[in-house]
C-alpha cells in the first residue's frame, strides 16, 4: 500500500461517502413511473352478508359476477392455470368478503393438512393479498387451506371456512376492516391480487399475472368501489394469566403471573401496543447449539409483542444472504424481562415509524430502551431511512445511529446500504462505524451481479442490537449465470463464482477465499446445491480481557459443502440433508487459541405426516473436529429434536418436543395441551423437563405451567 495507516483510514471513509453520493445521483433522475394496472376489480357493497360456511350458495354470491382467469407464477410463468379458479367479492360496513371456487379435475389428491393456525406448509391453499396504502411496498395476506386452517403474514383476526367438493374445494372468508390498517380516504383504492397453490402440481398461480422479475406488489390489481368505510377505533385487550410450579436443582419455585397486552388504533394505519408483565410461560424451548467460536448465535423471537411489526425496526441490509457481517440495530431478546413496554408502528404518506421504549428487568437493577426507526418511500420501489437506538443500565449508556437505503432501478438492479455509529457513556467513541454497501443485479434468469463491502471499526458496540463480529472489513464479488426451464426435469440451475478480500479495520488482510457454487432446482420438488472454495484466514481470539483480537496467523482453509431437500407431501412429507468438510482453524474451548484442523458436520431432518392431523419430525446435527497434526478429536458432538403433533380437532392439540445434545448429555422435554375457544383464546396446560450442566453438575428440574389467555376487542 502507498498510503500510511491513518490516510488509509481516511481514504475508506471518503470513498464509501463518494459511492453512496455518486450511486444517489445517478439514481435520482430515473422515472418514478408506477407499473401499469393488469385488471381492476370493482367491489359492490352485500344487502346481505354471506353465512361464512364454505358454501358459495348465499345471496350475496348469486348475485355477484365472479372473477377467474388465473395466471401460472410457477412452474410456466405466465401460462395458463392448469385448474380454473373463481372470486366472489362484496362489503359492507363491517366486513370484506371473498369468496372462492378452488376446482380441481383430480380432487381425491387434493392435499391439506389439519394444523395449528399459521403452522401448515405446502398445502392447496387460496391467498388474498391486500395492499391497502396502494403504495406497491406493503401488503398483508390472508391463507386457507381446504381443512379451514387460517394463515396470516401479520396476526389479526378474521373469520373463514372452508369445504371439500366433488370437483374440488370451496372456501369463504370475512375479514374486518378494524383488522386492517388503511387511509382515513372517503373512497377507498387498494392493490390486490389472489394466489392458488396446487399441491400435486407443485403450482402456483395469480389473478393478475405475476413476472419473476418485477416485484410482485407492483403488480397488483386494483380494488375499487370501497366507500365509506372506517375501522373505527380499535382496542384489542388481550389478558393472560397463569400459574408455574417449578421444581430445579432440589429447590421448589411457585410463581402466579398475570399481564396483559394492548393494542389501540391511534389513527386507520398507526397502532400503539402495550405490554406489561409478559407471559412466562413460553411453550418452545431453545435448541441446542454448540458454542464453538467466540461469537453470540442469534435466536429467533418467539413473543407476540416484539414478533408483530418487527418489519418496521429492520435495516435495508437485514436478511440478505449475500452478506457476511450479521448486524441488527435492534435485536429485541435483548430485551429479556420487559416489565412494561410499548411501541407505536404504522404508515402514512409514505412514511413508515417504528417507536418502541422498554423498561427491562435485569439480574442487578433495571435498564432502558428506546428505538426510534423512520423509513421514506422513494422513487418506485426505494427507500430511505433513519434510526435510533440507546440503552441506559445503572452505570453506562450506548447510544447508535445509522442512515440506510435501498435503491432499486431497472427493475432487477438494487443498491443496500447501512452506516451506524455507535456512541458510549464509557469513551471508546472513535473507530466506532460500521457499514454495509452492496450492488446487486438479480433476474430469475441470466446474468447474477453482486459487489458489496463491509466494515465494522473497533469501538462499535450495538447493546439494543446484534453484532457477530467487531475489527472486520470485507470485499467481496460475485459473478453467475441462472438458466429457467419450462419442461423437463429440471426447472432452474445456476451457478455463481465468489471472491473474498478479509481485512482488519485498519486495512491490514487478515484473509482471502475463493467460493465455487451450482444450484439446482428440479420439477418434482427436489432441491440441492453444493460448493468448492479455498483460501486462507486469520482467526479471532478472546484476550484476557474478553475483547476480540486477531491472531495473526493464517491458516489454509478449504474443503466443500452440500445441501439437499425434497419436499413431497403424504406420509414421507419431507426429508433434508445437508453436510460439509473443512480444513480449518480449530478453537480451543476458552477461544484462546486456535491451530489447524478439519471439521466434518453432517444435518438431516425428515418429517412424517401418517395422517392429515399428525405429524412426526426427526432432525440431528453432527460435528466432528479433528487436530491435523496428530489426528485427535478434539470436539464430537450431536445435537437432535424429535416432535410429535396431534391435532385432534381444530380447536384441540397435542404436542410433544424433545430437544438435546450428546456431549454433556443435556436435553429439554417439552409437552403440550391446548385448546382454542375463539380468535386469540385459549387455555393449555404445559410440562418442561430439563437436564442441565451447570458448573460441572448435572442438575434436573420440571415445572408446570398453566395459562388462560382470552382476547377482548372493542
Given at each position: 500500500?502507498?498510503?500510511?495507516?491513518?490516510?488509509?483510514?481516511?481514504?475508506?471513509?471518503?470513498?464509501?461517502?463518494?459511492?453512496?453520493l455518486?450511486?444517489?445521483?445517478?439514481?435520482?433522475?430515473?422515472?418514478?413511473?408506477?407499473?401499469?394496472?393488469?385488471?381492476?376489480?370493482?367491489i359492490?357493497?352485500?344487502?346481505?352478508?354471506?353465512?361464512?360456511?364454505?358454501r358459495?350458495?348465499?345471496?350475496?354470491?348469486?348475485?355477484?359476477?365472479p372473477?377467474?382467469?388465473?395466471?401460472?407464477?410457477?412452474?410456466?410463468?405466465?401460462?395458463?392455470?392448469?385448474?380454473?379458479?373463481?372470486?366472489?367479492?362484496?362489503?359492507?360496513?363491517?366486513?370484506v368478503?371473498?369468496?372462492?371456487?378452488?376446482?380441481?379435475?383430480?380432487?381425491?389428491?387434493?392435499?391439506a393438512?389439519?394444523?395449528?393456525?399459521?403452522?401448515f406448509?405446502?398445502?392447496d391453499s387460496?391467498?388474498?393479498?391486500?395492499?391497502?396504502?396502494?403504495?406497491?411496498?406493503?401488503?398483508?395476506?390472508?391463507?386457507?387451506?381446504?381443512?379451514?386452517?387460517q394463515?396470516?403474514?401479520?396476526?389479526?383476526?378474521w373469520k373463514?371456512e372452508?369445504?371439500?367438493?366433488?370437483?374440488?374445494?370451496?372456501?369463504?372468508?370475512?375479514?374486518?376492516?378494524?383488522?386492517l390498517?388503511?387511509?382515513?380516504?372517503?373512497?377507498?383504492?387498494w392493490?390486490?391480487?389472489?394466489?392458488?397453490?396446487?399441491?400435486?402440481?407443485?403450482e402456483?398461480?395469480?389473478?393478475?399475472e405475476?413476472?419473476?422479475?418485477?416485484?410482485?406488489?407492483?403488480?397488483?390489481?386494483?380494488?375499487r368501489?370501497?366507500?365509506?368505510i372506517?375501522p373505527?377505533?380499535?382496542?384489542?385487550?388481550?389478558?393472560?394469566?397463569?400459574?408455574?410450579?417449578?421444581?430445579?436443582?432440589?429447590?421448589?419455585d411457585?410463581?402466579?403471573?398475570?399481564?396483559?397486552?394492548?393494542?389501540?388504533g391511534?389513527?386507520p394505519?398507526?397502532?400503539?401496543?402495550?405490554?406489561?408483565?409478559?407471559?412466562?410461560?413460553?411453550?418452545?424451548?431453545?435448541?441446542?447449539?454448540?458454542?464453538?467460536?467466540p461469537?453470540?448465535?442469534?435466536?429467533?423471537?418467539?413473543?407476540?409483542?416484539?414478533?408483530?411489526?418487527?418489519?418496521?425496526?429492520?435495516?435495508?441490509?437485514e436478511?440478505?444472504?449475500?452478506?457476511?457481517?450479521e448486524?441488527?440495530?435492534?435485536?429485541?431478546r435483548?430485551i429479556?424481562?420487559?416489565?412494561?413496554?410499548?411501541?407505536?408502528?404504522g404508515?402514512?404518506?409514505?412514511?413508515?415509524?417504528?417507536?418502541l421504549?422498554?423498561?427491562n428487568?435485569?439480574?442487578?437493577?433495571?435498564?432502558e430502551?428506546?428505538?426510534?426507526?423512520?423509513?421514506?418511500?422513494?422513487?418506485k420501489?426505494?427507500?430511505?431511512?433513519?434510526?435510533?437506538?440507546?440503552?441506559?443500565g445503572?452505570?453506562?449508556?450506548?447510544?447508535?445511529l445509522?442512515?440506510?437505503?435501498?435503491?432499486?432501478?431497472?427493475?432487477?438492479?438494487y443498491?443496500?446500504?447501512?452506516?451506524?455509529?455507535?456512541?458510549?457513556?464509557e469513551?471508546?467513541?472513535?473507530?466506532?462505524?460500521?457499514?454495509?454497501?452492496?450492488?446487486?443485479?438479480e433476474?430469475?434468469?441470466?446474468?447474477?451481479?453482486?459487489?458489496?463491502?463491509?466494515?465494522?471499526?473497533?469501538?462499535?458496540?450495538?447493546?439494543?442490537g446484534?453484532?457477530?463480529?467487531?475489527?472486520?472489513?470485507?470485499w467481496?464479488?460475485?459473478?453467475?449465470?441462472?438458466?429457467?426451464?419450462?419442461?423437463?426435469?429440471?426447472?432452474?440451475?445456476?451457478?455463481?463464482?465468489?471472491?473474498?478480500?478479509?481485512?482488519?479495520s485498519?486495512?491490514?488482510?487478515?484473509?482471502?477465499?475463493?467460493?465455487?457454487?451450482?444450484?439446482?432446482?428440479?420439477?418434482?420438488?427436489?432441491?440441492?446445491h453444493?460448493?468448492?472454495?479455498?483460501?486462507?484466514?486469520?482467526y479471532?481470539?478472546?484476550?484476557?480481557?474478553?475483547?476480540?483480537?486477531?491472531?495473526?496467523?493464517?491458516?489454509?482453509?478449504?474443503?466443500g459443502?452440500?445441501?439437499?431437500s425434497?419436499?413431497r407431501?403424504?406420509?414421507?412429507?419431507?426429508?433434508?440433508?445437508?453436510?460439509?468438510?473443512?480444513?480449518?482453524?480449530?478453537?480451543n474451548?476458552?477461544?484462546?487459541?486456535?491451530?489447524?484442523?478439519?471439521?466434518?458436520r453432517?444435518?438431516?431432518?425428515?418429517?412424517?405426516?401418517?395422517?392429515?392431523?399428525?405429524?412426526?419430525?426427526?432432525?440431528?446435527?453432527?460435528?466432528?473436529?479433528?487436530?491435523?497434526?496428530?489426528?485427535?478429536?478434539?470436539?464430537?458432538?450431536?445435537?437432535?429434536?424429535?416432535?410429535?403433533?396431534?391435532?385432534?380437532t381444530?380447536?384441540?392439540?397435542?404436542?410433544?418436543r424433545?430437544?438435546?445434545?450428546?456431549?454433556?448429555d443435556?436435553?429439554?422435554f417439552?409437552?403440550?395441551?391446548?385448546?382454542?375457544?375463539?380468535?386469540?383464546?385459549?387455555?393449555?396446560?404445559?410440562?418442561?423437563?430439563?437436564?442441565?450442566?451447570?458448573?460441572?453438575?448435572t442438575?434436573?428440574?420440571?415445572s408446570?405451567?398453566?395459562?388462560?389467555?382470552y382476547?377482548f376487542?372493542?
Amino acid at each position: 500500500m502507498f498510503f500510511s495507516q491513518g490516510k488509509r483510514y481516511q481514504f475508506l471513509k471518503k470513498f464509501i461517502f463518494a459511492f453512496n453520493l455518486a450511486s444517489i445521483i445517478f439514481l435520482i433522475p430515473l422515472p418514478s413511473l408506477s407499473q401499469e394496472k393488469l385488471k381492476v376489480l370493482y367491489i359492490e357493497r352485500v344487502v346481505h352478508p354471506p353465512k361464512i360456511d364454505g358454501r358459495l350458495n348465499d345471496e350475496a354470491w348469486q348475485a355477484n359476477q365472479p372473477v377467474g382467469n388465473f395466471v401460472q407464477y410457477d412452474p410456466v410463468n405466465g401460462a395458463q392455470a392448469s385448474e380454473e379458479t373463481l372470486v366472489w367479492t362484496g362489503y359492507d360496513d363491517k366486513y370484506v368478503y371473498f369468496g372462492f371456487l378452488m376446482k380441481d379435475s383430480q380432487p381425491e389428491k387434493i392435499w391439506a393438512e389439519l394444523t395449528p393456525r399459521n403452522e401448515f406448509e405446502n398445502n392447496d391453499s387460496i391467498t388474498v393479498i391486500l395492499d391497502t396504502y396502494h403504495d406497491g411496498r406493503t401488503s398483508i395476506s390472508f391463507t386457507l387451506n381446504p381443512k379451514g386452517v387460517q394463515a396470516n403474514s401479520v396476526e389479526t383476526i378474521w373469520k373463514s371456512e372452508a369445504r371439500l367438493n366433488d370437483d374440488g374445494w370451496s372456501a369463504e372468508m370475512a375479514i374486518p376492516f378494524k383488522s386492517l390498517r388503511f387511509s382515513s380516504a372517503s373512497e377507498q383504492v387498494w392493490g390486490i391480487n389472489f394466489k392458488r397453490y396446487i399441491h400435486r402440481l407443485n403450482e402456483t398461480d395469480y389473478w393478475t399475472e405475476v413476472k419473476r422479475d418485477l416485484p410482485s406488489l407492483q403488480q397488483m390489481a386494483e380494488l375499487r368501489g370501497l366507500t365509506g368505510i372506517r375501522p373505527g377505533h380499535n382496542l384489542e385487550i388481550f389478558p393472560y394469566a397463569g400459574v408455574r410450579s417449578t421444581h430445579w436443582a432440589g429447590e421448589k419455585d411457585d410463581k402466579l403471573a398475570i399481564g396483559t397486552d394492548l393494542k389501540y388504533g391511534l389513527r386507520p394505519n398507526l397502532y400503539l401496543d402495550v405490554t406489561a408483565s409478559p407471559d412466562f410461560s413460553q411453550v418452545e424451548s431453545d435448541p441446542f447449539i454448540y458454542q464453538l467460536s467466540p461469537y453470540e448465535r442469534y435466536f429467533s423471537e418467539r413473543r407476540p409483542f416484539f414478533s408483530e411489526g418487527s418489519q418496521y425496526f429492520q435495516l435495508a441490509t437485514e436478511n440478505s444472504y449475500d452478506l457476511t457481517t450479521e448486524a441488527s440495530l435492534f435485536y429485541s431478546r435483548r430485551i429479556s424481562d420487559p416489565r412494561l413496554a410499548a411501541k407505536i408502528s404504522g404508515k402514512s404518506s409514505g412514511y413508515s415509524f417504528g417507536l418502541l421504549g422498554a423498561l427491562n428487568k435485569e439480574e442487578y437493577g433495571s435498564s432502558e430502551f428506546g428505538i426510534v426507526r423512520i423509513t421514506k418511500d422513494i422513487f418506485k420501489n426505494s427507500q430511505l431511512g433513519i434510526y435510533y437506538t440507546g440503552v441506559g443500565g445503572e452505570t453506562s449508556t450506548n447510544h447508535n445511529l445509522a442512515a440506510d437505503y435501498s435503491f432499486n432501478f431497472k427493475d432487477i438492479y438494487y443498491l443496500r446500504g447501512a452506516h451506524v455509529f455507535s456512541f458510549n457513556s464509557e469513551g471508546g467513541n472513535h473507530n466506532n462505524g460500521l457499514h454495509l454497501v452492496q450492488f446487486n443485479r438479480e433476474p430469475d434468469a441470466g446474468l447474477q451481479l453482486n459487489l458489496g463491502l463491509e466494515r465494522t471499526e473497533d469501538n462499535v458496540n450495538l447493546q439494543a442490537g446484534y453484532l457477530d463480529r467487531i475489527d472486520f472489513q470485507s470485499w467481496h464479488s460475485m459473478v453467475g449465470y441462472a438458466w429457467r426451464f419450462n419442461r423437463g426435469t429440471v426447472q432452474r440451475v445456476s451457478w455463481d463464482l465468489t471472491g473474498t478480500l478479509s481485512q482488519d479495520s485498519h486495512g491490514h488482510k487478515v484473509g482471502e477465499q475463493l467460493e465455487f457454487m451450482m444450484f439446482w432446482n428440479l420439477f418434482n420438488r427436489i432441491d440441492f446445491h453444493y460448493g468448492l472454495f479455498t483460501g486462507k484466514n486469520q482467526y479471532q481470539l478472546l484476550t484476557p480481557a474478553g475483547d476480540l483480537a486477531w491472531n495473526g496467523n493464517s491458516l489454509r482453509n478449504y474443503g466443500g459443502h452440500f445441501d439437499f431437500s425434497w419436499e413431497r407431501g403424504g406420509f414421507l412429507k419431507e426429508i433434508g440433508l445437508e453436510g460439509g468438510w473443512e480444513k480449518r482453524g480449530i478453537y480451543n474451548e476458552e477461544f484462546t487459541a486456535v491451530t489447524p484442523g478439519t471439521e466434518f458436520r453432517l444435518e438431516s431432518f425428515l418429517s412424517l405426516r401418517p395422517r392429515s392431523n399428525l405429524e412426526l419430525s426427526l432432525g440431528a446435527d453432527w460435528i466432528n473436529q479433528q487436530m491435523s497434526s496428530t489426528g485427535e478429536t478434539v470436539f464430537e458432538g450431536l445435537t437432535y429434536e424429535a416432535s410429535i403433533h396431534y391435532q385432534i380437532t381444530r380447536e384441540l392439540f397435542l404436542t410433544t418436543r424433545l430437544l438435546g445434545e450428546t456431549r454433556e448429555d443435556q436435553y429439554n422435554f417439552d409437552f403440550l395441551v391446548g385448546y382454542y375457544f375463539g380468535a386469540g383464546n385459549i387455555i393449555q396446560l404445559s410440562l418442561k423437563k430439563s437436564q442441565r450442566k451447570e458448573f460441572l453438575e448435572t442438575e434436573k428440574g420440571h415445572s408446570f405451567t398453566l395459562k388462560l389467555s382470552y382476547l377482548f376487542r372493542l
